[in-house]
């Protein structure tokens, strides 16, 4: 697997405080915001830090402990068969997700999502989301 970008979501109840803190200290750049989910870049990498609310009525639920890691991969398909074949624990099967990505989940042994995806279109309503934030 040739692993494209990496990103860790942080689940929190902070997210105001927790966008301030990495654009202040660290130069990160704000690309998506709502209200339950904040995506910042670090400039000049293919890395970024995500946080999410641990509830919410969008998406998939997250209980709040731990962290996601996330993977852009250039055949989300493949990845899922061969991960299934490996036997590795999928928490949510294959599918297309209205914010732009095809995805699945699995957990490490630790039980630690992997969110493993590969960019779409995203729906029109979220693509004007997207727009918004384009300099």
Same mark, same amino acid.
């Given at each position: 697997m040739k692993i494209k970008r990496i990103d860790t979501t942080i689940s929190t109840d902070k997210l105001s405080e927790s966008k301030e803190f990495y654009i202040r200290h660290f130069n990160f750049e704000l690309v998506y915001e709502? %209200?339950?989910y !904040? $995506? +910042? !870049?670090a400039?000049? +990498?293919p890395a970024g830090i995500s946080?999410?609310?641990?509830?919410? %009525?969008?998406?998939e639920f997250f209980n709040g402990s731990g962290i996601i890691i996330s993977f852009e991969v250039d055949d989300v398909d493949a990845e899922y068969q061969r991960l299934k074949a490996a036997e590795v624990k999928i928490?949510? %099967?294959l599918m297309n997700k209205p914010w732009g990505e095809r995805s699945f989940v699995a957990n490490d042994p630790n039980?630690?999502?992997v969110y493993i995806y590969k960019s779409i279109p995203p729906?029109? $309503?979220y693509q004007v989301v997207y727009d918004s934030f384009k300099k």
């Open positions: 709502s %209200d339950w !904040i $995506e +910042l !870049i400039p000049g +990498l946080f999410t609310k641990p509830q919410r %009525d969008a998406g928490c949510q %099967d039980g630690v999502h729906t029109p $309503e």
